[in-house]
């Protein structure tokens, strides 16, 4: 076997490790049966700025020559003001998305010998992947230099099996070509440290490499300062005039792409800049607002107070607003920041679910955490200069935290996992050292066994285990305790590798004080009950039945203008999934989802074609399409009219909700925190953002919902507490109505192939009008056969024509509809309902369209999607669709109403 130091093996090495990266990553982006979302979210933003550049870049000779003259002050008057309207059709290019992506996309196409294009993305996606995959090959040569080729190897295998890097190879965003420009210059700076004299090349090379990744990511500018200040006192070369004159070849290099930048921006703006700002007081101001926790929420904040406020003055006024949820919140970026992979559509790969690929990711941050602090220790034990490097690379993690002060996402920290991975690998390989070694199998396994306590205490729901067993403990005690626990944990990992380092032969007082430092900074961080992981006092159940008794406040008489709905937190609650029952009478009506009647009271748009959409509906719905499902596939607040006998009664509400065992039903409650108090989750306020990016759901998206807390009418003796709740709750509305009328139409299954053996109908000519002045529901019932049991992915589309006052005809199309059928064999009736506002459809209502087919969302993607027990369209007979329209008494904004 040839010697690890010997340049042919890392050759091969590298090599081969590129290989496999590569392999993975065109296998997920071209191979794999998933659904590729080459240009979802941010990515078509780049595309469209791609083929924006197209479009210039085709502009005749006869502009460029008229742009050389302009900036030579040649250009005639009248042909400057013509010229500057052709670049400021750049203007949102250079301020916000930076062209040099955009760039990246076009010449990928133009490699190909293709056009830009939303749908043919081959050759960018390609490119992509080529130079993601160079990176754990970089990665080899980096730690082979800094440290050994058994530590480069084993970086450069994490990185090739690293989730977020093969994801996201396959997504047309920024950071994953950033990430290859940052470790381009990091093997360039490495490189340099060996040579005897000055390269000014490779000075060059680095500055440029530097400057294109700041070009990718402008935040990224704090880590070409980074290399830049160590380049000024680290021996890149023996001589000291020979460091400053590589400083000055260094920026030199990161000025080449930023100068070809700022005259793009002159030409486009007439303000030259040299870094791409992508809303940044915006993001700030939405990162730091602790009451929603860091997330933009709908309904929107008010921006007015920044549009004249620098960033300073933007967090002035946020940490003055409230000193300690300022730093809270901080507390919770960090994980947000760095616990989870970057995968936001929580995409398998093959066989490796999301939940595994957030185990491996976080596998490698504590291997990191361990590196961090044997390497550091060893290399500070030789003294600074020579530790400079590895410093860098810490400095260089460190600057990603700058992300904690805007809106933070997991993707943003994409650029720091090489380096993490770094430290990964000599933190296995020092464990893997340490379980060798008969001297240390003891703290080895301490260290081990107290990892483990920190996972299993952090994942798994010790509170919910401890609370149902012994329920005269009061849950918060036992967050408490399991607090402590964590805490404790965290120091035995500690005190393991204090043991095991004391019995090293390069033991120094540097490794101890680098591990306590990891250990003080990382701990808490695990252990203290953030919001980043979610409500500690919540729990989750399905295949049950759960009763929850709701005592109105004495004296609360319920009149005939009033409405009483049942508000039920759950996911998948549907008649066909759940059998509800209120004071023994059963409700056999669907429930509305809440979430659509906070938008009608703020305008809805209304696009040239006249199709009425939503907002927040409409992003959560692309967010839904994109895992495989739709808005009904929510975890939500579902709403259910209680009937006016049982509301009047003057009764408690005695609510029992059946699971049924082969249904999807999944009903959440609440550990009380203290007597007749519980956090649920919030009613009125939903952020995208949160339940898109958030961490709290390690299996899959987080809730859209903040959490809060409300007080609880007691439904027991007063001197016993209660120590949890269901999240049933009721809500008092007054209407000042009578209960409207219903519209019945029916329709007869329509056997058309162009439908794919599915059902649709059109209920026209309705000849009674509804309530313009409240929302509206339309309860559609489809009857069809199956020959076996087994659920049905369908995809539904139900839409609203009215007609404005102009004559102009409107329609809108709900994404609050099912994804998928829980189907028994034999004849079924299914029934959902979709909720609308007649007002927002014009003036009156002409028809509304309803069509069911096989297939939709949840037949394509493999999060959301199904799996097993799946119906194909020959098992299903349809039979009749009926549509139901009424109006529902609930009066806007919802807020007007009590909660109990």
């Known amino acids: 076997m040839p010697s690890l130091k010997a340049p042919p093996a890392m ?89 040099l992506y955009p760039l990246f996309i076009y010449f990928s196409c133009v490699c190909g010998g293709d056009n830009v294009s939303q749908t043919d993305l081959f050759m960018p996606v390609l490119m992509q992947c080529l130079t993601s995959a160079l990176v754990p090959a970089l990665l080899v040569y980096i ?52 040579q005897k004299r000055l390269r000014p090349l490779s000075a060059i090379a680095t500055g440029i490499c530097l400057g294109l990744m700041q070009l990718s990511r402008s935040a990224l500018s704090l880590v070409s300062i980074i290399f830049a200040g160590f380049a000024s006192i680290l021996p890149a070369v023996e001589k000291r005039a020979g460091r400053l004159a590589y400083l000055a070849l260094l920026v030199v290099g990161i000025a080449v792409p930023l100068v070809f930048f700022a005259g793009l921006q002159y030409l486009a703006t007439g303000k030259p800049d040299l870094m791409v700002d992508r809303l940044s007081r915006y993001n700030l101001f939405v990162g730091m607002n602790w009451d929603s926790a860091g997330w933009l929420v709908f309904p929107y904040p008010n921006f007015s107070s920044m549009v004249e406020s620098n960033h300073l003055e933007i967090l002035k006024v946020k940490f003055e607003s409230g000193p300690w949820q300022f730093f809270s919140l901080l507390l919770d970026k960090a994980p947000r920041l760095f616990s989870f992979p970057w995968n936001d559509f929580k995409t398998p790969i093959g066989i490796f679910s999301f939940e595994s690929q957030v185990i491996y990711h976080q596998c490698c941050l504590f291997f990191a955490l361990i590196g961090i602090g044997i390497g550091l220790g060893k290399e500070l034990s030789f003294g600074f200069l020579k530790s400079g490097r590895v410093l860098m690379l810490l400095t260089i993690i460190m600057a990603h935290f700058s992300y904690m002060a805007f809106i933070t996402l997991p993707r943003y920290a994409l650029t720091a996992i090489p380096i993490i991975l770094l430290f990964s690998a000599v933190g296995l390989i020092w464990l893997y050292e340490l379980a060798k070694n008969r001297t240390t199998q003891k703290e080895f396994l301490l260290l081990c066994g107290s990892a483990l306590a920190i996972f299993v205490l952090t994942r798994v729901g010790i509170l919910d285990i401890i609370a149902g067993t012994l329920p005269f403990i009061t849950p918060f005690a036992i967050l408490v305790l399991i607090t402590i626990a964590k805490f404790l944990a965290g120091a035995g990992v500690l005190l393991a590798l204090s043991m095991a380092l004391r019995q090293s032969q390069e033991k120094s007082r540097w490794h101890h004080i680098a591990i306590f430092a990891v250990g003080i900074l990382s701990i808490p961080l695990m252990a203290l009950p953030l919001n980043a992981y979610g409500n500690p006092y919540e729990w989750r159940k399905k295949n049950t039945t759960i009763a929850e008794t709701i005592k109105l406040p004495s004296g609360l008489v319920i009149p005939e203008s009033g409405r ?17 029952q209120i004071n023994s009478v059963s409700l056999t009506e669907p429930p509305l989802p809440l979430m659509p009647f906070i938008q009608y009271t703020y305008p809805q748009e209304v696009t040239s074609e006249g199709t009425v959409k939503y907002d927040l509906e409409s992003i959560i ?31 408690p509400l005695e609510a029992k909700i059946e699971c049924k065992k082969d249904g999807e039903a999944e009903i959440f409650g609440s550990y009380t925190t203290k007597k007749d108090q519980a956090i649920v989750p919030d009613f009125f306020r939903y952020s995208f953002e949160k339940a898109f990016y958030g961490i709290e759901n390690p299996k899959g998206l987080s809730d859209t919902r903040y959490t809060t ?29 009578a209960a409207p009328e219903e519209i019945s139409k029916t329709a007869e299954t329509i056997s058309d192939s162009k439908i794919d053996e599915g059902i649709h109908m059109i209920a026209s000519d309705l000849q009674q009008e509804l309530d313009q002045s409240k929302p509206a529901s339309a309860t559609i019932s489809v009857d069809l056969e199956s020959d076996s049991d087994g659920v049905l992915p369908v995809g539904i589309e139900v839409a609203f024509v009215g007609t404005d006052r102009k004559g102009k005809e409107l329609k809108y199309i709900s994404p609050w509809v099912p994804s998928r059928f829980s189907i028994k064999k034999g004849a079924n009736q299914l029934r959902f309902a ?3 506002m007649p007002a927002h459809i014009g003036d009156r209502l002409n028809r509304v369209s309803a069509s069911i087919k096989p297939g939709g969302p949840s037949a394509d993607n493999l999060f959301l999607g199904i799996r097993n027990n799946r119906l194909s369209s020959r098992q299903i007979r349809w039979r009749s669709l009926k549509v139901t329209l009424r109006t529902i008494d609930l009066p806007l904004p919802c807020t007007s109403g009590q909660i109990y």
């Open 564 to 580: 009483l709905y049942l508000m039920i937190d759950g996911r998948s609650i549907d008649p066909a999934s759940a059998k509800l």
């Open 709 to 737: 807390k409300i007080a609880l009418v007691p439904t027991q003796d007063d001197s016993k507490e209660k120590n949890s709740i269901s999240n049933i709750r009721a809500f008092y509305v007054e209407s000042g109505s």
């Open 11 to 99: 050759f091969r090495l590298a090599s081969a490790t590129f290989l496999i990266a590569l392999g993975l990553r065109l296998w997920f982006a071209f191979g794999d049966e998933h659904q590729v979302l080459f240009n979802a979210c941010d990515a078509s933003e780049y595309v469209e700025k791609a083929a924006e550049i197209q479009d210039f870049l085709n502009k005749p000779l006869s502009f460029w020559l008229d742009t050389l003259a302009y900036l030579t002050g040649q250009l005639s008057p009248e042909k400057v003001a013509v010229l500057q309207q052709s670049y400021r059709n750049l203007e949102e290019l250079c301020i916000r998305s930076g062209p």
């Open 834 to 836: 979709v909720p609308f």
């Open 143 to 194: 730690g082979a230099r800094l440290w050994d080729l058994k530590t480069g190897a084993t970086a450069g295998f994490l990185a090739a099996l690293y989730p977020g890097f093969i994801v996201n190879s396959a997504r047309l965003l920024t950071e994953p070509f950033a990430c290859f420009w940052l470790i381009a210059a990091l093997s360039l700076t490495i490189r340099s440290d060996t």
């Open 621 to 651: 719905a692309s967010i839904m399409r994109a895992v495989g499902g739709t808005n009904a596939d929510l975890r939500q607040w579902f709403l259910y009219a209680v009937p006016d006998e049982i509301a009047r009664a003057q009764k």
